[in-house]
């Protein structure tokens, strides 16, 4: 399937040829009032500083209009209710300015129902993600839960289309790697739709990143996938961090920091964990395209400084400085920190 269908959510574009765009879901209900949605925004802004390009939410309720409202309008990134079953819901979504609303067009029920949310996206010229869980699937025959979910998938978007609605994203996740990775490819050779990838439930840190990783690096060397959320149970930081990591990696997202460290082992004397992890969303929030090193002590570290643009090396308290592979200066521990920002923000 080579054909390019673009769709728009907010200010961004997706589809074959597009940047591939990381997503998280915020791990809280809408604020009650507008000055926690003011906090809420700022912390918008800071998820968007390193990576976050979509944010969605949960929308239970009409309660949450006029917060729902507020942020729409405000945010700098597109903003996603999350609907289900209740389609008032997601209609009253829609009037409060939603970028795109995410339904599953199975839970709605009647069919006029999905027809009237679809009607009111085609009049706000916003997008609609029809996302399908292998958990929440129309039972009838297939050669596979993996066919059902792609079959299922190209029927709704007939339907759509029926309306004279385009502007749709699919997603076809499940807690099953092997499943998820073989629903999308099954899609993916159908429908130039474009995708929006994830494997639901995947558990904490390190399983949900392993199997995220496995799932998704597949698909998008494969070529299939336009937008992506690891889902984490844990922090929405660590989601957004492993999203873009992830598409760093496959050379999918070129500026950035890439950052080599040490793992430690007994020979460290200067704490590498706690260095990193103080300075690690201030790196995540710089776009220069530079390989920065952290690194433990004087066996390996100062031959991993030389490969890197920038790196600092520290034995005990003396923390030693590279720029370009060249010892440019001794710092403190204290000042390890401000002197690495600032060797990167000197970096060309
Ligand atoms: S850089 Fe030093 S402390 Fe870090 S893993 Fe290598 S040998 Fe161990």
New binding site residues.
């Given amino acids: 399937m080579n054909d390019v269908h673009l769709v728009h959510i907010g200010n961004l574009t997706i589809g074959k040829g597009k940047p591939i765009l990381v997503q998280t879901m915020y791990d809280e209900a809408l604020p009650v009032d507008m000055k926690m949605a003011e906090a809420l925004l700022i912390r918008i802004g800071k998820l968007n500083t390193i990576g976050c390009d979509i944010i969605r939410f949960s929308y239970p309720s009409k309660d949450d209009h006029e917060v729902f409202k507020y942020l729409a309008k405000a945010s700098p990134i597109p903003i996603v209710a999350d609907i289900h079953f209740d389609h008032t819901l997601a209609l009253d979504a829609i009037e409060a300015g939603a970028h795109k609303i995410r339904i599953n067009p199975g839970n709605i029920g009647a069919r006029w129902k999905v027809d009237e949310v679809v009607r009111a996206a085609k009049d706000r010229d916003i997008a609609i993600r029809i996302g399908l869980n292998s958990g929440s699937l129309p039972r009838r025959e297939a050669a596979s839960p993996a066919h059902l979910m792609k079959d299922t998938a190209l029927e709704y978007l007939d339907w759509f289309e029926r309306l004279g609605f385009t502007n749709t994203v699919v997603s076809l996740k499940g807690s099953d790697t092997d499943l998820t990775i073989e629903a999308n490819r099954l899609f993916a050779k159908e429908s130039s739709y474009p995708i929006h990838l994830g494997v639901t439930e995947a558990g904490s840190v390190i399983s949900a990143v392993t199997r995220s990783t496995w799932a998704l690096g597949t698909l998008l060397s494969e070529g299939i996938g336009n937008t992506l959320r690891i889902s984490i149970t844990g922090e929405i930081e660590t989601e957004i961090q492993a999203g873009v990591e992830l598409l760093r990696t496959l050379g999918l997202k070129k500026k950035g920091i890439r950052v080599v460290s ?9 704490d ?1 964990i706690g260095f990193l992890s103080s300075v690690e969303e201030e790196l995540l929030a710089i776009e220069k395209d530079l390989t920065v090193a952290i ?7 100062p031959g ?1 400084a030389k490969e890197a643009d920038v790196a600092i ?1 520290g034995i005990g308290n003396a923390i030693f400085l590279y720029e370009k592979g060249v010892l440019s200066r001794k710092v403190t521990a204290q000042d390890a920190k401000e002197a690495l920002l600032e060797a990167i923000r000197n970096a060309e």
């Fill in positions: 040490c793992p430690r082992c007994g020979r460290h004397t200067f590498t690194m433990g002590c004087q066996v390996n570290g991993e090396t």
